[in-house]
């Protein structure tokens, strides 16, 4: 499962920069150099209303694989059109948005499985696995761009659009060895599939859904990061030295923290770390939108929320990962990328409008106050759940039931019936214990 996360992305990031040269090689237009890129955002923005039937049947590492077989031969149709230099707008239309329909089935169904495997390995196993995806996830970027920008270099950019199909073929074969299955609504057949929605998900789990509503919120946000520093740069006469800077400084800082997350989150309350995470990515806003045109200093604060946000994303993961089971887990993950993806979206849509109304430094500083606000009502929100429920308190105190704040350091969950029964020879070690943390 691991494997799979790191080859996919891997090759995505490589051809990252080949499909725009292809599409406006062929087009000769801008326009078409983000069609790709709009069309497979599309199914994700989506995918409420149509992907969720298909979410609940992709149980096991074969039916993901089978999906991603399918965005195979979507990421092959511009190649192919350009062997008779026949690549048209409708070809990468429907290249991005065959690929978006299957990242979207398969993206929230991967990370489940991956977390009904880890169970029964003990306490915290969930959330460190999908601490460990997020760390092969983020480790592509370190390498990916600099063997991009040299293949395409050497070989011109088409062959990359093979290679990233390869790499998403590689993939799909390393799920199909994947024997274990994930289970259906909540570990049983009590609930129909068909009822399970995102929003009656979130419902049932409030933490989960103050930890997606701060990801929505940092996601709408995510424009001012990274067209804001790109306009700010060809303002001050130094195109994409600062974004440069900036994403050079966060993504190594984040791939260090992506490292060391798997140890670090099984000692933290997950609530509060996401929302200590947002506070401290608000005030990486704000520290950018005064530091004016320094490169050293923007990729110093940069570097600063890069180490925040592993700890912010792997929290929400742990929490959908240990307190949720089958269906209603993959509902769970899917509504946390739905938001956050469609966030992302809408800000990159209407971010250009709103940095060209309030400058640079503006936007970097309110959407950094939008961002602390959103953490910190996430902290008091906690707060006061905790104080409402002393008698849960007073239980984990004592090690006896759930709570807010989850087992003791070191203490098992136990497994739900689901990863029992498919990984029987695993569960004989794991304990009983309360729910995690959050």
């Known amino acids: 499962m ?3 996360t790191f080859v996919v992305w891997l090759g995505q990031r490589i051809t990252a920069v080949a499909m725009p040269l292809v599409a406006l090689a062929a087009s000769h237009s801008a326009w078409s150099t983000g069609l790709v890129g709009g069309m497979a955002g599309l199914p994700l923005v989506t995918a409420p209303w149509w992907a969720r039937r298909g979410w609940q049947r992709l149980t096991s590492g074969r039916a993901i694989g089978l999906v991603l077989a399918g965005q195979v031969a979507g990421l092959l149709i511009v190649p192919v059109a350009a062997i008779g230099d026949h690549v048209s707008w409708y070809a990468l239309a429907a290249t991005g948005l065959v690929s978006g329909c299957c990242t979207a089935l398969a993206g929230p169904a991967q990370r489940s499985l991956l977390a009904e495997i880890a169970e029964p390995l003990g306490g915290y196993a969930a959330a460190k696995a999908l601490a460990w995806q997020d760390f092969a996830h983020r480790s592509s970027m370190v390498v990916a761009p600099a063997l991009g920008a040299l293949a395409v270099g050497a070989w011109g950019p088409v062959p990359l659009l093979w290679c990233e199909a390869a790499g998403v073929a590689a993939g799909a074969l390393l799920l199909t060895t994947v024997r274990a299955r994930s289970c ?15 929003r009656a998900a979130l419902r049932a789990h409030p933490s989960i859904a103050v930890g997606v509503a701060m990801s929505g919120v940092g996601g709408l946000a995510w424009f001012a990061f990274t067209l804001g520093l790109a306009v700010r740069g060809a303002e001050v006469a130094r195109p994409g030295a600062l974004i440069a800077a900036a994403m050079t400084g966060y993504g190594f800082s984040s791939v260090l923290s992506a490292l060391a997350s798997p140890r670090l989150l099984p000692r933290l309350p997950w609530l509060a770390t996401a929302a200590a995470a947002w506070v401290g990515l608000g005030l990486m806003f704000v520290g950018e939108a005064g530091a004016g045109a320094s490169v050293p200093l923007i990729a110093a604060i940069a570097a600063v929320g890069g180490l925040l946000a592993p700890l912010g994303n792997g929290s929400l993961d742990a929490l959908i990962g240990t307190r949720t089971t089958g269906a209603e887990r993959r509902t769970a ?106």
């Open 184 to 198: 259906g609504a909540g570990g049983t057949a009590r609930e129909p599939v068909a009822r399970l929605t995102m």
């Open 2 to 4: 691991l494997g799979t």
């Open 333 to 438: 993950f899917a509504a946390a990328g739905f938001v956050h993806d469609g966030s992302v979206s809408v800000g990159l849509v209407v971010g250009g409008t709103v940095i060209g109304l309030a400058g640079t430094t503006g936007t970097l500083l309110v959407t950094g106050v939008a961002q602390i606000v959103a953490g910190a009502a996430g902290l008091i929100w906690r707060a006061h759940r905790r104080a409402s429920r002393p008698a849960d308190d007073a239980a984990i105190a004592g090690g006896r039931g759930p709570a807010l704040a989850g087992p003791a350091i070191g203490q098992r969950t136990a497994p739900s019936p689901c990863s029992q029964s498919a990984h029987a020879s695993a569960t004989s070690t794991a304990q009983p214990s309360s729910s995690s943390s959050s």
